[in-house]
């Protein structure tokens, strides 16, 4: 039996004051350096990695060391609001310039002033949205929506974060490269948990010093929490430690304490693609283990610990094993069939959909030969009205 103990209320107290870099990999160990270097510097930084591996810690540490730590941390999710209202949000708006603007209304890069102001997730930015970001870091001038003319100018050190592929964005013409080259001065990159396993055991320590609880795992629970690849990073370990201590009787955690998907995958190689990985987790964990796609895939996506493109990899995958009928996806992903309209509004609504045609094809390649062989419609929209 292992007692895993959390530190003094104190110590807690202090780790909630700032953002906490828990460092015990020399992976971690070289981007805290790093960190504090971009820190003295008044250059733009753009810090890439997975959902949930700590990327807005890793934007206020910085922030929080440099000479502007006594100015505002301003921090806008970029993929939480739709274009029009980022806008908005972004850089104000003038009194009557849209329904509802019944005043003028201060946007984040004037609230930002002489401080930091983090945009997270900017690679989900409509190419519109990439415009009017790269003119202002151009000249940092501020146009309120509805205005005729700059009305201020600020000064804001940009923090920007993604876990997309810029370049891959770039080539595909849905990212502007020279607002990529203009972000990415100085390049923080973070780590998945699961190339830093030496931080598994500090974060558990950590995560349980701010709930201020000990916890005693069994030798083979805490085997399995120290072998489990993360999928969800660091994000996913604290939610999963916070279940622990809440749930777990009389502080003792065993391996049927876990999570299920923590007692039964296996550990995979980092040389598989992480994007197929996730999918292929997700896939496994409805189809083989029988869990729900509302119970374990939805929150995830909401939670942003999944992305777009795995929620489509995921239905590939389904649609693939179904012949290209989503009704049969249902019963595949442990939904009832009532849930048909719902499932394919969400992935309508998300842009997840995906369309059917290839594999359809592909089941009916593999057929024999009929005399008559049958013919299927394929839906343009996968919204259900």
């Given at each position: 039996?292992?007692?895993?103990?959390?530190?003094?209320?104190?110590?807690?107290?202090?780790?909630?004051?700032?953002?906490?870099?828990?460092?015990?990999?020399?992976?971690?160990?070289?981007?805290?350096?790093?960190?504090?270097?971009?820190?003295?510097?008044?250059?733009?930084?753009?810090?890439?990695?997975?959902?949930?591996?700590?990327?807005d810690?890793?934007?206020?540490?910085?922030?929080?060391?440099?000479?502007?730590?006594?100015?505002?941390?301003?921090?806008?999710?970029?993929?939480?609001?739709?274009?029009?209202?980022?806008?908005s949000?972004?850089?104000?708006?003038?009194?009557?310039?849209?329904?509802?603007?019944?005043?003028?209304?201060?946007?984040?890069?004037?609230?930002?002033?002489?401080?930091?102001?983090?945009?997270?997730?900017?690679?989900?930015?409509?190419?519109?949205?990439?415009?009017?970001?790269?003119?202002?870091?151009?000249?940092?001038?501020?146009?309120?929506?509805?205005?005729?003319?700059?009305?201020?100018?600020?000064?804001?050190r940009?923090?920007?974060?993604?876990?997309?592929?810029?370049?891959?964005?770039?080539?595909?013409?849905?990212?502007?490269?020279?607002?990529?080259?203009?972000?990415?001065?100085?390049?923080?990159?973070?780590?998945?948990?699961?190339?830093?396993?030496?931080?598994?055991?500090?974060?558990?320590r950590?995560?349980?010093?701010?709930?201020?609880?000990?916890?005693?795992?069994?030798?083979?629970?805490?085997?399995?929490?120290?072998?489990?690849r993360?999928?969800?990073?660091?994000?996913?370990?604290?939610?999963?430690?916070?279940?622990?201590?809440?749930?777990?009787?009389?502080?003792?955690?065993?391996?049927?304490?876990?999570?299920?998907?923590?007692?039964?995958?296996?550990?995979?190689?980092?040389?598989?693609?992480h994007?197929?990985?996730?999918?292929?987790?997700?896939?496994?964990?409805?189809?083989?283990?029988?869990?729900?796609?509302?119970?374990?895939?939805?929150?995830?996506?909401?939670?942003?610990d999944?992305?777009?493109?795995?929620?489509?990899?995921?239905?590939?995958?389904?649609?693939?094993?179904?012949?290209?009928?989503?009704?049969?996806?249902?019963?595949?992903?442990?939904?009832?069939?009532?849930?048909?309209?719902?499932?394919?509004?969400?992935?309508?609504?998300?842009?997840?959909?995906?369309?059917?045609?290839?594999?359809?094809?592909?089941?009916?390649?593999?057929?024999?030969?009929?005399?008559?062989?049958?013919?299927?419609?394929v839906?343009?929209?996968?919204?259900?009205?």
């Open positions: 039996m292992k007692v895993i103990s959390s530190a003094s209320p104190s110590s807690a107290s202090a780790a909630l004051e700032q953002p906490a870099f828990v460092v015990a990999s020399a992976a971690m160990t070289e981007l805290l350096a790093m960190s504090k270097r971009a820190a003295e510097s008044p250059a733009k930084v753009l810090i890439t990695g997975e959902s949930g591996v700590g990327k810690v890793v934007a206020r540490y910085v922030h929080s060391h440099s000479s502007r730590k006594l100015a505002p941390f301003v921090a806008v999710n970029c993929a939480g609001v739709t274009e029009t209202l980022l806008e949000e972004l850089f104000g708006h003038v009194k009557g310039s849209f329904t509802g603007a019944y005043r003028d209304k201060r946007g984040k890069l004037q609230l930002a002033h002489r401080g930091t102001l983090f945009l997270d997730e900017v690679g989900e930015m409509s190419l519109r949205m990439q415009a009017l970001l790269l003119r202002f870091l151009e000249n940092g001038e501020i146009q309120a929506v509805g205005a005729d003319q700059p009305q201020a100018r600020v000064d804001v940009v923090v920007a974060a993604t876990n997309r592929n810029l370049d891959e964005l770039v080539a595909a013409g849905r990212f502007r490269e020279d607002l990529m080259y203009r972000l990415r001065v100085i390049h923080l990159h973070v780590p998945p948990l699961r190339e830093r396993a030496e931080d598994v055991h500090a974060l558990l950590h995560f349980l010093a701010l709930a201020d609880r000990d916890l005693r795992f069994t030798d083979d629970a805490l085997q399995a929490f120290l072998d489990y993360w999928p969800g990073n660091v994000r996913e370990l604290r939610n999963v430690v916070e279940q622990l201590v809440w749930l777990s009787v009389g502080g003792v955690v065993a391996v049927e304490h876990l999570p299920v998907s923590m007692r039964s995958e296996p550990r995979l190689t980092a040389s598989v693609d994007r197929s990985r996730v999918a292929d987790e997700l896939y496994d964990a409805l189809v083989k283990q029988g869990a729900s796609f509302w119970d374990r895939v939805y929150p995830m996506f909401l939670a942003r999944i992305t777009r493109h795995d929620l489509r990899e995921l239905v590939r995958r389904g649609l693939r094993e179904s012949g290209g009928r989503y009704r049969e996806v249902l019963a595949l992903f442990g939904m009832s069939s009532r849930d048909y309209r719902r499932f394919m509004n969400f992935l309508a609504a998300h842009d997840c959909g995906v369309g059917v045609r290839e594999f359809r094809d592909a089941a009916s390649s593999h057929q024999a030969p009929a005399k008559m062989p049958p013919l299927y419609s839906p343009a929209d996968t919204r259900v009205q």
